[in-house]
């Protein structure tokens, strides 16, 4: 509804949008966020959760073109894992 009514009065018709990120409130500090991510994405020798791309969303980032972006990495080696944790060969 708001968007709507700034898009009608701010933008011209030229492609342009206005998005409300309102999930951005819910977030914490730039440091939790990082410690956050940087566990869901196996520091430390965690097991990750997350993939680069998953992260890249919650960030309301634009998807990664690099192609280990959509796996999960094993923290302890340089093999790629499925989403369920099983190990993948690298080619």
Known sequence: MWEQALERVLLDDDGKILKFNTGALLHGSLKDQAEYFSKALGAGGTQPWL??????????????????????????????????GKQNELD
């Not at 992260?55 to 972006?69: F, G, M």
């Open 51 to 84: 993939t680069q791309n998953e992260v890249r969303r919650t960030c309301d980032l634009p998807r990664s073109k690099d192609k280990d972006a959509d796996s999960l990495k094993n923290p302890m080696t340089s093999k790629q894992m499925d989403k369920r």
